[in-house]
């Protein structure tokens, strides 16, 4: 990615109609894929001059403690939910989280979830970060993931969502194939990169648990009510090509329990609905790079 240019050259332009068909296994219509975010936040992280950890002055204590509520009990919720209707996780990991919460990262591993790297701590942030400060972060977050789970990381989403201008070029010359850090399409793109093969697997912000609740000021069950609005319509569309769906959760939000039981519902009506290739986000890589 080039530093200062106006169009940085990540994919190439491909309107959505037209594209070479993606096919599904089982003949569904759009892969699905949950990716909770398991992350940890420091209760008084060190200053960074281009943005504040928390709205209020270190130590938050309520800050810290409401995410944190995710390590004590909403994950267990939220996982139970999910391995109850057959929805496998694909983890945004604050690899910290290994050390910190080792029993939420073996939880997630013995059911069968995939990792993936979302930094050290959701506060520390990549801006202004230099290449070698860059490449101790994604070495640490390998070597922590694999120690930890025996996992290889394949996917990159970025601490807070905070780049630099290298930051895929790095993770590709590390041998990771997927980032979850492009919004800008419905269907796995390639990326762009100097050296390796990069895919750009859809994630979301527009149906992520936390624009729901804190940006979009929903109720759990407008939330859900947009979860099978958002699902149904790639269903149909995916009898064209084949689709991607990601619900991105936090169980700080997702796991409360005046929100699980909406939630619940909507993973019952993908379930039962027959479209969705229900999977991994590794796997939906390995499918569509199969028919490039």
Same mark, same amino acid.
């Given at each position: ?13 491909? #309107?959505?109609? /037209?594209? #070479?068909?993606?096919?599904? #296994? ?11 975010? =398991? ?48 929805? #496998?996780?694909?983890? !945004? ?18 059911? /069968?979830?995939?990792?993936? !790297? ?11 970060? +230099? ?12 070597? $922590?993931?694999?120690?930890? $789970? ?16 290298? $930051?895929?070029? %790095?993770?590709?010359?590390?041998? %990771? ?21 990069? *895919?750009?697997?859809?994630? !979301? %912000? ?20 947009? =979860? ?12 064209? !090509? ?18 699980? /039981?909406?939630?619940?519902?909507? %993973?019952?009506?993908?379930?039962? +609905?027959?479209? *969705? ?16």
């Amino acid at each position: 990615m080039q530093e200062g240019a106006a169009d940085p050259g990540l994919y190439d332009f491909a #309107p959505y109609r /037209g594209r #070479p068909k993606i096919v599904w #296994p089982g003949g569904k219509t759009v892969a699905v894929w949950v990716a909770p975010n =398991l992350e940890y936040y420091e209760i008084d992280p060190p200053a960074h001059p281009q943005r504040k950890a928390w709205g209020k002055p270190h130590p938050d204590v309520v800050g810290y403690s409401h995410r944190d509520h995710s390590n004590r009990v909403s994950h267990w919720r939220m996982a139970d939910a999910m391995t109850k209707h057959g929805f #496998p996780g694909s983890v !945004s990991l604050s690899v910290a989280l290994c050390q910190h919460h080792p029993d939420v990262v073996a939880d997630a591993h013995a059911r /069968g979830w995939e990792f993936f !790297s979302h930094g050290i701590y959701n506060t520390r942030y990549a801006y202004g970060m +230099d290449e070698a400060q860059e490449r101790a972060i994604i070495e640490d977050s390998i070597r $922590t993931v694999r120690e930890a $789970t025996g996992q290889t990381i394949r996917g990159w989403l970025a601490p807070a969502l905070t780049h630099t201008p290298r $930051t895929l070029d %790095l993770i590709a010359d590390y041998g %990771l194939d997927y980032t979850c850090d492009l919004y800008h399409d419905d269907q796995v793109q390639a990326v762009k990169v100097a050296h390796g093969a990069l *895919a750009s697997i859809p994630y !979301s %912000l527009e149906v992520n648990d936390h624009y729901g609740f804190f940006i979009y000021n929903m109720s759990p069950r407008d939330y859900a009510d947009t =979860l099978i609005r958002q699902f149904d319509r790639l269903a149909a569309e995916g009898e064209q !090509s084949g689709t991607v769906m990601c619900i991105p959760l936090h169980a700080y939000l997702i796991g409360q329990p005046h929100r699980i /039981g909406a939630f619940e519902g909507v %993973l019952e009506h993908i379930a039962a +609905d027959g479209r *969705a290739w229900i999977a991994r986000a590794g796997e939906i890589v390995d499918a569509w790079r199969a028919q490039q």
